[in-house]
T-cell receptor
């Protein structure tokens, strides 16, 4: 089944404790991205990757890191989480980044709480 | 970043009625997409309309695009309780990211 998976689905952590949220897709998509969703603010892009070893900042990259060592995986790293990073996070992938190729396939989401 | 803005923010209707939600955006686009999100879950792609298209249908969904007014509308006909969800428009502005609006929350009661 074609899908985007994220782990963990739920995470409660404390300020400053490094964490990684994994994202994997099995559709051989080139483009992957991370979004955060907050009430009243909609979805905002954190980082994106157009291919292996190619990543770039989205709208709200501060406090986050990503890597794309393999095509299928795109982990999101919070080196020193803070309470303002409490949010619902989504990973998404698409064939490409433009034209008809940027239909996004979303993962199920990771609800992160930073105390 | 530029954003699509959906209108209304919330919409409540009865089963069987039609639901119309609108999206306005600010700059030229390559395409505009609509997504649905059930509460707390991942977004699901509904339909994509290219900038050179004016109308598109998919089942009970009808999307229109008016590039002169920089607006789009999503019509769901004969709504069902299962259509209860948030609906987002997303614009492709010839860049490297889709820009999502804040969504319209649709509630369909039986």
């Amino acid at each position: 089944e074609a899908q985007v998976t994220q782990n963990p689905r739920y995470l409660i952590t404390v300020t400053g404790k490094k964490l990684t949220v994994t994202c994997s897709q099995n559709m051989n998509h080139e483009y992957m991205s991370w979004y955060r969703q907050d009430p009243g603010l909609g979805l905002r892009q954190i980082y994106y990757s157009m291919n292996v070893e190619v990543t770039d900042k989205g709208d709200v990259p501060e406090g986050y890191k990503v890597s794309r060592k393999e095509k299928r995986n795109f982990p999101l790293i919070l080196e020193s989480p803070s309470p303002n990073q409490t949010s619902l996070y989504f990973c998404a992938s698409s064939l490409g980044s433009g034209g008809s190729y940027n239909e996004q396939f979303f993962g199920p989401g990771t609800r992160l709480t930073v105390l | 970043s530029q954003q699509g803005e959906e209108d209304p923010q919330a919409l409540s209707i009865q089963e069987g009625e039609n639901a119309t939600m609108n999206c306005s955006y600010k700059t030229s686009i390559n395409n505009l997409q609509w997504y649905r999100q059930n509460s707390g879950r991942g977004l699901v792609h509904l339909i994509l309309i290219r900038s050179n298209e004016r109308e598109k249908h998919s089942g009970r969904l009808r999307v229109t695009l008016d590039t002169s007014k920089k607006s789009s509308s999503l019509l769901i006909t004969a709504s069902r309780a299962a259509d209860t969800a948030s609906y987002f428009c997303a614009t492709d502005q010839a860049g490297t990211a889709l820009i999502f609006g804040k969504g319209t929350t649709l509630s369909v009661s039986s």
